[in-house]
Antibody, heavy 117, light 107 residues
């Protein structure tokens, strides 16, 4: 069955970077886009960007441009999301999600990133 | 950037009642690019509706979506106890964006 399994919770200091991983299984890895969505405590869903594992193509939301990087490792069917220059406002649960076309049909379990000095 | 505005922010209903949730876009969205999600506390969102009106795999037929242009609606024909949650609309006509959510709570 389709699964997206994310890396564990992280605690980072302000100004640092964090890398969250998302390992896909149960489907052809290169055939679906992977999106990243975050959710601050008690808040709504915030789209961060998307990566196409079948080609060197990423698209980022404007608010994260210059701070986010999404990469993939085909050999392990894993997508990585790195966010730099962290502030307390980046404290959130980060989700990866698969997209066959225009909706997100499978989601990872979420990774809590806490930014605190 | 397309902004999605959901209303009401909170909807208080009793089990068995009909729920109508609204999603309004700041500019026209092709119906193929509008989806709805359900999120329960502590869980990842779950896809309910895509292409504005198509139910995702395993979604009960009490859930239905409709609309076009800038106005879209999610309807729950008879709310079940497990339906109390937060609902989000999402568009992919211009990058991706989500509405701010509607919380469906027990009256």
């Amino acid at each position: 069955q389709v699964q997206l399994v994310q890396s564990g919770a992280e605690v980072q200091k302000p100004g640092a970077s964090v890398r969250v991983s998302c390992k896909a299984s149960g489907y052809p890895f290169n055939s679906f886009y992977i999106h990243w969505v975050r959710q601050a405590p008690g808040q709504g869903l915030d789209w961060m960007g998307v990566i196409n594992p079948s080609g060197p193509r990423t698209t980022y939301a404007q608010k994260f441009q210059g701070r986010v990087s999404m990469t993939w490792d085909t050999s392990t069917s894993t997508v990585h999301m790195e966010l730099s220059s962290l502030t307390s406002e980046d404290t959130a649960v980060y989700y990866c999600a698969r997209s066959p076309a225009v909706a997100l049909d499978y989601w990872g379990q979420g990774t809590l990133v806490t930014v605190s000095s | 950037e397309i902004v999605l505005t959901q209303s009401p922010a909170t909807l208080s209903l009793s089990p068995g009642e009909r729920a109508t949730l609204s999603c309004r876009a700041s500019q026209s969205v092709h119906s193929a690019y509008l989806a709805w999600y359900q999120q329960k506390a502590g869980q990842a969102p779950r896809l309910l509706i895509y292409d504005a009106s198509s139910r995702a795999t395993g979604i009960p037929d009490r859930f239905s979506g409709s609309g076009s242009g800038t106005d879209f609606t999610l309807t729950i024909r008879r709310v079940e106890p497990e339906d109390f949650a937060v609902y989000y609309c999402q568009q992919s006509g211009s990058l991706f964006s989500f509405g701010q959510g509607t919380k469906l709570e027990v009256k």
